[in-house]
C-alpha cells in the first residue's frame, strides 16, 4: 500500500524550535518564574479558549481583527490575545475568593493572526504578573514592579539594560495645562519619538493644528533631560497649576526614591518623559525596558498603572499595577544576534554507554546515579561505539561512561569528559562524587 | 456613563484553579518534569494550532469529530487534540537535525470538543515521553518507560500503584493460533474486560459467532494468573505453534526482567493479558497503571511500542515507545477524592508587615532575605494589623515579620510562626538563618 504523504510543516508565524534551543527557553522561562515566585506572585492558568461574548466584552480596535474566533456547534469562542483580559475576568468571577491585593502571575500562549513578517509571532508567550487591588493600591507597589523586573533581567544574565519610567499623570496634566482638550492625538504622537525623531513628532503636532508656541513647548518638555532627581526638579520648577500633573510629579517621585529602596542600582533605572504605551489603558505609573547594547529590540518588559482592571466585567473599582515579558519575542531576538546560543545546552549530565551485550550493567548504575538526581540517560541500542560517542556529543552531553568486559570485572568505569578528553577510571562512588 | 456588564465566566469542560490548587497542580508537573528530565528526555514546545491538513493526515473516527477546526483568511486551521500527531510530524520535519534514539517529553495542552461531562474536559494537559528510533529500538527501552512511571509516581507521592503490562504480540499471536482472522472486534470485545466483566466479554464474543470452544479458550487465556514469572510460564507451556506469539512472550520476558533491574519493586509491576488499548497504534509492550486504592479513576498513565510513528509523513521508519500522565484528570479526580488538599500550599515563605509608616524598612528587610532566596512578600497596603495577618493566614503564607516602631528601634523584628503562633523577637541576619 503506497500512501500519499503529508509534507511535514508548520504554519507561517509559529516559533518551533530544536530540543537545545528549547532547554535554552525553558530556562529562560525558568528564571523569569522563579523570580516571579520570590517576589510573593501567585500562580493561575486560564483557559487558551474564552466565550468570544466575554473575552471581547471590551470590542472594538485592532485586537479584534486579529483574534481566532470560531464556533463549535452553537458556541461562539475566540483564543485569548493577552492575558490582562483573562485576568479581569478571572478576579472580577473569584473576586469573593481571592484575597487583595492579589498578586498573580501568568505565563501562557496567547494569540493574534498578525499577518506574518519576520519576528512576529500568532503564538507566543507572555510572562505577566500584576497586583490588583481593591479599592485602593499604594503607590510602593509602582516601585516593586521595576525592583522585579531587575531581579529577574539580572538573572536573565544581563547587566546593561535601562527601565524606562514615566507617569501618564504627568503628560497629561501638561496638555490640560495647556489647555489641549483632546490629548489622544497628542499622546499618540509623542509616543512616535523613539520612531520618528522630534522632527518627526514636531511635524506631526503641526499636522494636528497645534501652534508654534505650543509645540515648542511640548517639544522641550519632553525632552527634559537629567539625573531623576533633576528631571523631577525641572518638572517641579516648570510651576504647573494643574492638579494631576503635581499628582504625577508626587507619585513619581514616590516611585523613583522607592526603587532606589529596593536595591536597583542608578544605572538601571531612568525617568523618560516620552514614554506613553498606549492610550486608554495607563493611567499613572508607566514602564518600558530597553538592552542598552540592543536598542533595536526595542521594549523588552513594559507595563504601568490602571486605575481599573474589569470595568466590563464588575462595578467594583480594581486598580493595579503590572507588567509583562513577550517572551518568544525576546528569545527570538536574542537568538538572531547571536546573543544567546544553543552550543551547551543539555540537561543530561551523563551517558552511560555499554558495549554490547553489557546493559543489564549499565542499568544498575544508571539506577544508583539517578537516586543521586544526577541526570543520567542510557545508550541501549547496539552499535559501533565510535556512534555512540558521536551521540553524546551531538546532545552536549558533557560526561560518558564506558562500560565493558574489563570494566565490569575490575569494577572500574571509564568517566570521560567530553569537552576536555580527558578520561578516569572510576569506581560507582566515586563516579557520583565526580558527577554530583 | 452605565456600561453592560458582561458576566464572568469560561465555557463549560475548561478546568480553572484557585492560586492555592493551582500551586499544587504546577507542583505535581514540576515533579513530572523533573523526573522526565532525570531520565534523559529532551524538551519541545509544539505550535497549539496546526494546519489541519497536517494534523488530521490520519483522518476519519472519533478524534476528528472532537477537533476544533477553523478557518482565518483562507487557511484551515486545527487545534491539536494530542501530542503524539505533533510529534510525528516533528520527527519527520526536523528528522536530518534530531539525534535518534530520539527522546522526547512534552508537557502541554490538548483539546477535544468532546461531549461536556463531570471530569471531562475539552482543554487539558498532557504529559508525555517518547523514545523514538531510527528503523530499530532496543527492547530494554519498554522497561526503561515503566521505571520512569515508577519514580514519577512514587515522587509525586504514592506508594500503592501498579504498572499492569502486556505484549500486543502475545493475544494477537494466539488469534492468529486459533484461526480467527479478523481479530480487530475480538480484541475490542476483550478490551471491554475491566467495564463489562469476563461473562460481559463471552456474550461479545458469542455475538461476533465465535464457537463455545473457542470463546473458552480466549476466555481462559486472557484469565491467565499468578506471578509474572509464573504467568510467563504458563504462557510458554502453551505450546502455541505461532512466531509472532512466542515473539510477544520472549519480549515480555525481556521487559518483564528489566523492570526488575531498573530496580522497580516487584509489588509495582504485573502482567494482566486482558490489556489491549486501543486497537490500531500500538504494536508490542502496553502498558497501564492505576492506583490499588482508587481503580475507579482508571488508567491514570498508559501508553506503549508502536512499530511505525510517522507513516503520514514520512518514508523513514520510526519504532518507539511511550506513555502519557493526563494530568488535568488526574488533578481533578485526586482533588475530587480528597487525596490532595490545598490547605497548606503557598510558595511565599514569609510575609513582611509594616506598620503604617514603616514601609522604607519593611523594604531594606525584603532585599535582604529576597538575596537570599527566601521567597517573601511585603504588605504594602496601609490598615489594620489584623487584617494583615488575616491574609497571610489565607494564603497559607507560613511566617510573618512584624516591623513598629520599637523593632526598628531595637534592631529586633518580630517573627511569628502562624501555625504554632509561636513569636520570637530576632535580628536581620537570625530571621534569614530561621527562615532559610
Known amino acids: 500500500m503506497n500512501k500519499r504523504l503529508v509534507k511535514p510543516s508548520i504554519l507561517p508565524g509559529f516559533m518551533e524550535l530544536t530540543p537545545a534551543d528549547q532547554i535554552l527557553f525553558n530556562k529562560m522561562m525558568d528564571t523569569i518564574r522563579k523570580n516571579y515566585e520570590k517576589f510573593g506572585f501567585l500562580p493561575i492558568d486560564t483557559p487558551v479558549i474564552e466565550k468570544s461574548e466575554v473575552l471581547l ?26 492575558l490582562t483580559v483573562p485576568l479581569a475576568r478571572y478576579v472580577s468571577q473569584y473576586y469573593s475568593q481571592l484575597e487583595f491585593p492579589f498578586r ?56 546593561d539594560f535601562t527601565i524606562y519610567l514615566n507617569n501618564r499623570k504627568i503628560l497629561t496634566g501638561y496638555l490640560e495645562f495647556l489647555n489641549l482638550e483632546d490629548s489622544a492625538p497628542i499622546l499618540r ?88 504605551r498606549g492610550l486608554d489603558y495607563y493611567t499613572g505609573t508607566v514602564y518600558e525596558t530597553f538592552l542598552d547594547d540592543y536598542p533595536s529590540l526595542g521594549s523588552v518588559c513594559s507595563g504601568g498603572r490602571y486605575d481599573d482592571l474589569a470595568t466590563y466585567y464588575t462595578k467594583q473599582k480594581l486598580p493595579g499595577v503590572g507588567m509583562s515579558i513577550g517572551l518568544t519575542r525576546l528569545f527570538y531576538q536574542l537568538r538572531e544576534a547571536n546573543i544567546i546560543k544553543a552550543d551547551e545546552s543539555s540537561l543530561t549530565t551523563v551517558l552511560i554507554i555499554p558495549m554490547d551485550g553489557f546493559e543489564e550493567k549499565a542499568v544498575e548504575i544508571a539506577n544508583r546515579l539517578r537516586a543521586e538526581d544526577i541526570y543520567t540517560q542510557i545508550y ?15 546532545l552536549n552531553i558533557p560526561y560518558v561512561i564506558v562500560i565493558g568486559e574489563d570494566e565490569v570485572k575490575n569494577d572500574q568505569y571509564t568517566l570521560r569528559n567530553m569537552k576536555t578528553g580527558e578520561q578516569r577510571s572510576l569506581a560507582v562512588e566515586e563516579l557520583i562524587k565526580c558527577l554530583k
Request: proline share 2%.
Open 57 to 82: 466584552a471590551k470590542g472594538g480596535g485592532e485586537t479584534e481583527k486579529q483574534v481566532y474566533r470560531f464556533k463549535k456547534g452553537n458556541t461562539d469562542m475566540s483564543l485569548r490575545f493577552d
Open 380 to 394: 541501549l541500542e547496539t552499535g559501533k561505539i565510535k556512534k555512540k560517542f558521536g551521540y553524546a556529543d551531538k
Open 104 to 159: 498573580r502571575y501568568h505565563i501562557g500562549k496567547v494569540y493574534r493572526g498578525e499577518r506574518s513578517q519576520r519576528g512576529r509571532f500568532r503564538e507566543f508567550y507572555q510572562c505577566d504578573i500584576d497586583i490588583v487591588g481593591n479599592e485602593k493600591l499604594s503607590i510602593i507597589n509602582d516601585a516593586e514592579i521595576p525592583s522585579l523586573i531587575y531581579s529577574t533581567f539580572k538573572e536573565l544574565g544581563f547587566d
Open 189 to 276: 504622537a509623542i509616543d512616535k519619538l523613539e520612531k520618528i525623531g522630534p522632527e518627526g513628532v514636531e511635524e506631526e503636532l503641526m499636522k494636528l493644528g497645534l501652534e508654534k508656541e505650543t509645540i515648542d513647548k511640548i517639544n522641550s518638555f519632553i525632552r527634559i533631560e537629567g539625573s531623576n532627581d533633576e528631571i523631577i526638579q525641572q518638572l517641579k520648577d516648570l510651576d504647573v497649576d494643574n492638579e494631576l500633573f503635581n499628582t504625577g510629579i508626587e507619585e513619581l517621585a514616590t516611585v523613583i526614591k522607592y526603587i532606589g529602596l529596593f536595591g536597583v542600582p542608578k544605572k538601571n533605572y531612568k525617568i523618560s518623559l516620552s514614554i506613553v
